[in-house]
């Protein structure tokens, strides 16, 4: 029987509602499998070069993920003692550090008491309490809805002991996975929906692993900068902005703030706080001149402003899974978008005078 046009519309509305409702529905217990398939998607070109050399599909997907858990095992081995160190440390400095942010800020508190009046000193002491209340309110409301959403505790203990099972499996059926799905296309339409797909392939390879070189690479940058210049917890601020930046601006303007803060409270002059800036600064100049052209490239298909919003959009909607599947459906609209925005412009639509003739 021919299906007509608003039939198939129709349909697919259907598979994309449901399919939706069980992300929402079952979004507690994905993050294992997310994490495994991305996983699974980053390290698939290197079980296609071993493959090339005579390796089997198990064995290089078992070498591949047995080498990388064991370097991510020792990465944290190595760090956790150092991290642990910077903390005992900086808490045991707290109390020195809120003396000199007292001292710093008491020339500044006597030039208010000089020239404001006592009620206006209130009220502005009132009005910075209430907004501080309410950014503080807003941003633990947030994390919570992060944190509960997705069942974190649990979540953590799936990833240790379930993530390697379920990117051992995608790892080496991966191949088959794509093949198989691909025999499930609509004949009329594979053709043209698998151009598709290689093309958000394309630049899902281009942004995610390639993002990840370069949060790597920032991360082992600002915490070995950080650290050199002397300041308290720059190991650990250090990687913090580089792991997050793969949220553009984020990663780097918070990890300026906080570290621009630590370093006006660790030192009484501005020396610390100058070389701080000065890292955050040729930071900057080495991710948007050096690694993010060479390890991303500027043809990615995903603009930093719709980045930014599908991460916060899945963050909220669905928590962590949220944020894990928000780049690669942020490159599934984008690709979609200009197929669509492609086919109206063939259009007669577009274009009412298929004839060519220029109007009048």
């Given at each position: 029987?021919?299906?007509s046009?608003?039939?198939n519309?129709?349909?697919?509305?259907m598979?994309?509602?449901v399919?939706?409702g069980?992300?929402?529905?079952?979004s507690?217990?994905?993050?294992?499998f997310?994490?495994?398939?991305?996983?699974a998607?980053?390290?698939?070109?290197?079980?296609?070069?071993?493959g090339?050399i005579g390796?089997?599909?198990a064995?290089?997907a078992?070498?591949?993920?047995?080498?990388f858990f064991?370097?991510?095992?020792l990465?944290?081995?190595?760090?956790?003692?150092?991290?642990?160190a910077?903390?005992?440390?900086?808490a045991?400095?707290?109390?020195?550090?809120t003396?000199g942010l007292?001292h710093?800020?008491?020339?500044?508190?006597?030039t208010?008491?000089?020239?404001?009046s006592?009620?206006e000193?209130?009220?502005?002491?009132?009005?910075?309490g209430?907004y501080a209340?309410?950014a503080?309110s807003?941003l633990?409301?947030?994390i919570?809805?992060?944190?509960?959403?997705?069942?974190m505790?649990?979540n953590?203990?799936?990833?240790?002991?379930?993530?390697?099972v379920?990117?051992?499996?995608f790892?080496?059926d991966?191949q088959?996975i794509?093949t198989?799905?691909?025999?499930w296309?609509p004949?009329?339409?594979s053709?043209t929906?698998?151009?598709?797909l290689?093309e958000?392939?394309?630049?899902?390879?281009?942004?995610?692993r390639g993002?990840?070189?370069?949060c790597?690479?920032?991360?082992?940058?600002?915490?070995l900068?950080?650290?050199?210049?002397?300041?308290?917890?720059?190991?650990?601020?250090g990687?913090?902005a580089g792991a997050f930046?793969?949220?553009p601006?984020l990663g780097?303007?918070s990890?300026f703030?906080v570290a621009t803060?630590?370093?006006?409270a660790q030192?009484q002059?501005w020396s610390?706080?100058?070389?701080?800036?000065?890292?955050?600064?040729?930071g900057n100049?080495?991710?948007?001149?050096?690694l993010?052209p060479?390890?991303?490239?500027?043809?990615?298909g995903l603009h930093?402003?719709?980045v930014i919003?599908?991460?916060?959009?899945?963050g909220?909607l669905f928590?962590?899974?949220?944020?894990?599947?928000?780049?690669?459906?942020a490159?599934?609209?984008?690709?979609?978008?200009?197929?669509?925005?492609?086919?109206?412009?063939e259009s007669a639509?577009?274009?009412?005078?298929?004839?060519?003739?220029?109007?009048r």
């Open positions: 029987m021919t299906q046009p608003s039939n519309l129709r349909f697919w509305l598979g994309l509602a399919s939706l069980l992300i929402y529905l079952l507690s217990i994905l993050l294992p997310v994490a495994g398939m991305a996983i998607y980053f390290l698939d070109p290197l079980a296609q070069r071993l090339r390796f089997s599909r064995l290089a078992a070498c591949i993920e047995l080498g064991l370097l991510l095992g990465a944290v081995l190595a760090l956790a003692p150092l991290v642990e910077q903390i005992s440390s900086f045991a400095r707290i109390p020195g550090y003396q007292l710093r800020g008491e020339p500044i508190w006597r208010a008491m000089a020239h404001l006592a009620g000193i209130e009220r502005l002491t009132s009005a910075a209430d209340g309410t503080a807003w633990g409301g947030f919570t809805r992060l944190l509960s959403g997705s069942l505790v649990v953590i203990l799936s990833l240790i002991f379930i993530t390697p379920v990117t051992f499996y790892l080496r991966w088959g794509t198989r799905v691909e025999r296309l004949r009329r339409h053709a929906i698998c151009q598709q290689r958000i392939d394309s630049i899902l390879a281009g942004f995610v993002q990840a070189l370069v790597l690479s920032l991360a082992s940058y600002y915490a900068a950080l650290s050199l210049v002397g300041l308290d917890l720059g190991l650990l601020v990687f913090t930046s793969f949220i601006y780097s303007i990890g703030l803060g630590l370093a006006l030192s002059d610390l706080a100058l070389m701080v800036m000065a890292v955050f600064a040729v100049l080495l991710e948007g001149n050096v993010a060479k390890l991303v490239g500027e043809k990615i930093p402003i719709w919003f599908a991460l916060l959009a899945g909220a928590g962590f899974v949220g944020i894990l599947l928000a780049l690669p459906t490159a599934v609209i984008g690709v979609l978008t200009r197929f669509a925005l492609a086919r109206y412009m639509i577009y274009d009412n005078d298929p004839s060519g003739a220029p109007p």
